[in-house]
């Protein structure tokens, strides 16, 4: 690629933002052409799935289209896209669960109880066995699993209640789950 086919090409771009502005919507179709697989490409990597991708895209084109009157410098055009579609695609990512409609009857055809009366066993012996490791551990490693495990309690809940700094937290929480496992290790041993 020669320097002058890259500025032609730049000219074009800044000549079809500058019509687009003025509302010629072939301009603006034509820019939707050029930049499709830039703003498909942007989409496809955060969200990881196809159709979500191409939603997306969609949805870029018609926030630019809204927004095209705002840019000051059409040279800027791309980037300026670029931008748009990676945060309406962290947006997305961020607000929208990985959920997809499926039939009922799909559903039904694929959920199957896999517990087995053996299933069931075994999880109240781990239970068990995990209750009698937590019992073994001293009061600070107890209450600190408790806490984060359990209750749920966040490390900055934690530090407060404990009054101690995160990093002391993470460290016993660290530490209280060596100790558990090292518990559970003696105790499958034992149960053998």
């Known amino acids: 690629m020669n320097g002058n086919s890259y500025n032609d090409d730049r000219d074009r771009i800044v000549d079809l933002v500058a019509q687009a502005q003025t509302g010629d919507r072939d301009a603006f179709g034509q820019l939707v052409e050029i930049f499709q697989p830039v703003v498909f490409a942007i989409a496809l990597k955060r969200l990881r799935h ?28 791309p980037g300026w896209l670029r931008s748009i579609a990676a945060r309406m695609a962290i947006n997305r990512a961020v607000r929208r669960p990985n959920d997809f409609a499926t039939e009922p009857e799909a559903l039904a055809a694929v959920c199957v109880e896999n517990a087995t009366p053996l299933h069931a066993i075994l999880e109240v012996e781990r239970r068990d066995n995990l209750a009698v490791g937590i019992s073994r551990l001293g009061e600070m490693d107890r209450d600190t699993l408790q806490a984060f495990y359990v209750d749920g309690h966040s490390l900055r809940e934690m530090s407060d209640e404990f009054e101690a700094p995160i990093g002391t937290i993470k460290r016993r929480l660290h530490v209280a789950r060596k100790r558990l496992a090292k518990e559970m290790e003696e105790l499958e041993a034992v149960a053998v």
């Open 50 to 77: 196809y159709w979500e991708a191409q939603e997306l895209s969609q949805d870029v084109f018609i926030q630019a289209m809204e927004k095209l009157g705002q840019l000051r410098e059409p040279a800027a055009f």
